[in-house]
């Protein structure tokens, strides 16, 4: 069911659909969380990493620190409103600020 939607949003915003492994890891500014909005990113994919970057609020920090690895599966069960966005494939960002929601692609997020 969650593949629908995920594919469902690929689809509506002309994005082709890159599944994230449940056991890949993604970045989580942990210190951001409960803000809004919520933003993500995208870059290539390599091994056990989604390339997903997901933070909340308004602030990005190039930190080193601001993000913290987990897996998708269990971010995903403690954030299941950003579950929709995971097939999004590399290059495309998101931002989710209660009903409005912007999904765009990056072409910069893949030269890294």
Known sequence: MIEEAQRALCKQFGAA???TP???KIGVALSTAGLKPINGLRHPLTHGMSGWYIWCGEAFSESADFF???C???????EPDTGRFRGLSPGY????????????????LLDV
């Open 68 to 70: 913290a690895p987990q």
């Open 22 to 24: 449940p056991d890949d």
């Open 93 to 108: 960002r998101f931002l989710q600020a209660g009903d409005y929601l912007d999904v765009w692609y990056d072409e910069k």
């Open 17 to 19: 659909f890159a599944s």
């Open 72 to 78: 998708a599966r269990h971010f995903y069960e403690n």
